[in-house]
């Protein structure tokens, strides 16, 4: 389970068909004995990714977000401060990071960060899962910034093809107010 990164995040289920269900969860058991996987809660593994600094960081985000929504047809969205900070738009890291999702609200303690998992009206859901949806958030977040010309001026540098692409096409679904916004980013 090797990623290009170092990074994976999994659970016994990507397994299946592989032996029996107790044969697995005793292999992941004696990799995470072996120090060969890191156990993040029940039933979800990571294979940790260490920095020459800081030694062994913490799971990836985005990577354990996505293996706890596998498996079920909810859509999610990071929201908030979250999403500036993974599109380097901010400093600030939330200790906190709330997920937005049509599906069951709950809360996950990793150590000592939590993700929230809120239920949100699909307006508020639009690109969900796809960077489209991080740039509206994003956007979202920072409404209010002085600087948000200036982090707009720094998402369209940044932007893909198929993202902008796929912005133009979210674009008449969002609020008002953000539409101008989107526009001056899907410009080339």
Do not use: C, E
């Not at 090797?2 to 032996?19: N, Y």
């Not at 072996?34 to 990836?60: E, F, M, N, V, W």
């Amino acid at each position: 389970m090797r990623s290009s990164r170092g990074a994976s995040v999994f659970s016994p289920r990507h397994f299946d068909g592989v032996g029996s269900p107790d044969a697995i969860r005793q292999a992941l058991s004696r990799l995470v004995k072996a120090g060969k996987i890191r156990r993040i809660r029940r039933g979800l593994y990571d294979l940790p990714r260490q920095h020459p600094i800081i030694g062994q960081t913490a799971p990836d985000i985005m990577a354990t977000v996505r293996a706890l929504m596998d498996g079920s047809h909810a859509q999610w969205q990071f929201s908030g401060a979250y999403a500036a900070n993974a599109l380097g738009l901010s400093d600030q890291v939330p200790a906190k990071i709330v997920i937005l999702t049509n599906g069951v609200p709950r809360r996950v303690s990793l150590g000592k960060l939590t993700l929230v998992f809120r239920r949100a009206a699909p307006r508020n859901l639009l690109g969900a899962g796809r960077p489209a949806g991080l740039v509206i958030q994003a956007i979202r977040h920072l409404s209010t910034d002085p600087d948000l010309s200036r982090h707009v001026a720094q998402l369209r540098k940044r932007l893909d093809a198929k993202t902008k692409a796929d912005l133009k096409s979210l674009a008449p679904n969002t609020p008002a107010w953000m539409r101008p916004v989107l526009q001056q980013l899907i410009q080339a």
